[in-house]
């Protein structure tokens, strides 16, 4: 991809996701879409936190310490941290976006998601 495609790219996403210091858990392969927000979250001033993998524990529990901000994952990832039995009892208020790729979700299960969502 030439540099100027990719900092439109990395300008895009942020123009239609503003926020101040984003904080965003890699927890899916870097070297696929995930890898598309480290650099809009770096180029807003934010934070990346690089995870082993997607285990719902884990990522419940680094949106709560890390007060993350947005989230990228696939749907069955997404599915498991709803239906984790920590969930209902984690502090996901800082979380403002989630964004999702590699397959389609479930109509029900996003609007799950969005009402656990802060807005």
Do not use: C, Q
Request: hydrophobic share 45%.
């Amino acid at each position: 991809m030439p540099n100027r495609a990719f900092e439109t790219m990395i300008h895009a996403f942020n123009a239609h996701r503003p926020e101040r210091d984003p904080v965003h858990p890699v927890a899916a392969p870097m070297t696929h879409a995930a890898g598309t927000l480290v650099f809009p979250v770096l180029a807003a001033g934010g934070r990346n936190i690089v995870h082993d993998g997607a285990a719902p524990g884990e990522i419940l529990e680094s949106i709560e310490r890390n007060a993350v901000t947005r989230l990228f994952l696939p749907p069955t990832a997404i599915y498991a941290l709803l239906d984790h039995p920590d969930a209902p009892r984690r502090d996901l208020s800082s979380l403002r976006y989630f964004v999702y790729g590699a397959a389609p979700m479930s109509v029900a299960k996003r609007r799950i998601a969005e009402l656990r969502s802060p807005d």
